[in-house]
């Protein structure tokens, strides 16, 4: 495990106690104050995750040799942020196929719901069973399940919280459960039983995932000055300090550690009109990466070079995928005390949420007209006059020293995934930060920074018509209106924060690409 830093020569410092890492691993809530005492209370349990989840290997291994045995072999995983980022990595690294269905999009559900039906083992991963978008997944596959005529309790395996109604209705309906420690918050989880049970399913060596981060805490819950995480942690404090708040992370691997660690700095420092965004860059020649802004840390995984950049602060940090996870927990922990930030909190998550549910039981759900219209792409939101000038009204507003775009895609991620590259061509327009993220499954990332963070952003919402739409079994609803509810929720507190925004819907997501690329470029 090695963390190697550049920082300017004239780098203030911004430190935290000497011994921090040594009461961060025994459980001390009161490292970040008084006010963040009683969350951090019940939200330190992943420091020990390396060995407390141990008993959770044979369990997981006799369950898929069973499982495999059945001839169900096809994992799917259903969850929403630290359900579902952390096993999505896990799988990418060890080569092995996992199933992620973190989306709403009907599409998306329908494609994942027709797959390999008969061999499929569903997890469905919540803490409390409480989102409407797990719930929804789960009333698509037991639907499925028995259209196929099939047990659904042969084929499902839940991961949640003990006690937590999800707990109660799955074991009433005679579900495989796995409890979680429930003082281990969602974006800490990648350790527990949230990350191991459908990694260890779909057949990565959770053994090995955990025995790296044992060593690694080892290291990490020493007070030595050559702490990677204690080091990481204060050189992100220090430059925060000094106006440097993006966080640019290229993943060398190539296996989507940057997306969870997007999910983990962005959820527990953006708050209180503060934090740090991170910017998930798809290699060292990304707009971002090279060239980058003056107010960039910027970071590669994977190597032990730290790159060149203009701000002057970067870091390259090498480590196994467990003890990178540990590392990175550690110094998002760090980073908070050092900021004065409560990294375990996330006060601005259920608002989307709870607009969300809104829109879809009131009349907030009505057919509204756009703006303007041309070339099977509609704008809203906007007072130009053709697609062209909605999109320049909107990235006039960022501000060039301190700015940032956030391009917001509520379509098919699967399908659609060559949209990520619009992100290239805003970067290389605007000359500022910009971040991708899939709908709905950022809202449960850098969603809490969106509204609670600095108010730098500006955001640009992608909306499409699904091919078909799908109804949620048991509900009043439909696939497709509830992720329009989610996008139109979700913008409704943005713009109530007084974030600039611009709505653009795709009639065909399928064909709109190339003008888009036009728009924007």
């Keep these: 495990m090695q963390v190697d830093l550049k920082v300017p020569a004239d780098a203030g410092a911004r430190s935290v106690a000497a011994d921090f890492a040594s009461r961060l691993f025994g459980r001390d809530a009161t490292l970040w104050g008084p006010a963040a005492e009683p969350e951090a209370r019940i939200r330190l349990a992943w420091t020990d995750l390396p060995s407390s989840s141990q008993p959770l290997i044979d369990t997981i291994t006799a369950l898929r040799d069973d499982l495999r045995a059945r001839g169900l072999t096809h994992v799917v995983l259903c969850g929403m942020g630290g359900s579902s980022l952390a096993p999505e990595v896990i799988c990418a690294t060890a080569g092995v196929p996992l199933t992620v ?103 990565a060596d959770i053994h090995a995932l955990l025995a790296g981060a044992a060593q690694a805490r080892k290291v990490l819950a020493s007070d030595s000055p050559d702490n990677p995480a204690t080091r990481l942690g204060t050189a992100l404090g220090a430059a925060h300090a000094a106006g440097v708040d993006k966080l640019v992370v290229f993943d060398a691997g190539g296996h989507g550690l940057g997306d969870w660690i997007e999910q983990l700095v962005a959820e527990s420092t953006g708050k209180g009109g503060d934090g740090i965004l991170p910017v998930v860059v798809p290699s060292r020649a990304a707009v971002n990466f090279d060239p980058s802004t003056p107010d960039e840390f910027v970071v590669v995984t994977g190597a032990t070079e730290p790159p060149e950049c203009v701000s002057g602060w970067s870091a390259a940090v090498h480590a196994d995928l467990g003890a990178q996870f540990l590392l990175w927990e550690a ?151 509830f992720i329009s509810a989610q996008a139109a929720g979700d913008a409704q507190v943005l713009e109530s924060h007084r974030r600039p925004l611009l709505r653009l819907h795709l009639d065909d997501a399928a064909t709109a690409l190339p003008v888009l690329r036009e728009l924007l470029a």
Excluded: C
């Design 331 to 481: 110094a998002t922990a760090v980073a908070g005390a050092a900021i004065g930030i409560n990294p375990f909190d996330q006060p601005d998550v259920e608002s989307a949420k709870q607009a969300a549910r809104q829109f879809l039981s009131s009349a907030g759900t009505e057919i509204v007209p756009p703006d303007v219209s041309s070339r099977g792409v509609s704008a809203y939101d906007t007072s130009a006059g053709t697609l062209e000038a909605a999109v320049e009204e909107l990235l006039a507003q960022v501000d060039p020293d301190r700015g940032y775009v956030a391009i917001q895609a509520y379509l098919d991620r699967i399908a659609h995934a060559e949209y990520a590259e619009l992100r290239e061509l805003v970067a290389a327009r605007t000359g500022r930060p910009v971040t991708f993220g899939w709908g709905p499954r950022f809202l449960h990332s850098t969603g809490q920074l969106h509204k609670g963070g600095p108010h730098t952003g500006v955001f640009l919402q992608l909306t499409d018509d699904p091919v078909r739409d799908l109804q949620v079994p048991g509900r009043a609803f439909t696939f497709g209106s």
């Design 101 to 203: 269905l973190d989306s709403s999009h009907p599409d998306m559900v329908r494609a994942a719901v027709g797959d390999r039906i008969n061999e499929s083992v569903v997890v469905v991963s919540s803490k409390s069973g409480g989102t409407v978008e797990t719930d929804s997944l789960l009333r698509a596959y037991v639907a499925a399940f028995e259209s196929a005529g099939l047990d659904p309790g042969d084929h499902l395996v839940i991961v949640t919280d003990p006690d937590s109604p999800f707990d109660r209705e799955a074991t009433a309906a005679g579900y495989r459960v796995f409890r979680a420690d429930p003082d281990v918050g969602g974006r800490y989880s990648a350790l527990s039983a949230f990350g191991l049970v459908p990694s260890g399913l779909a057949g």
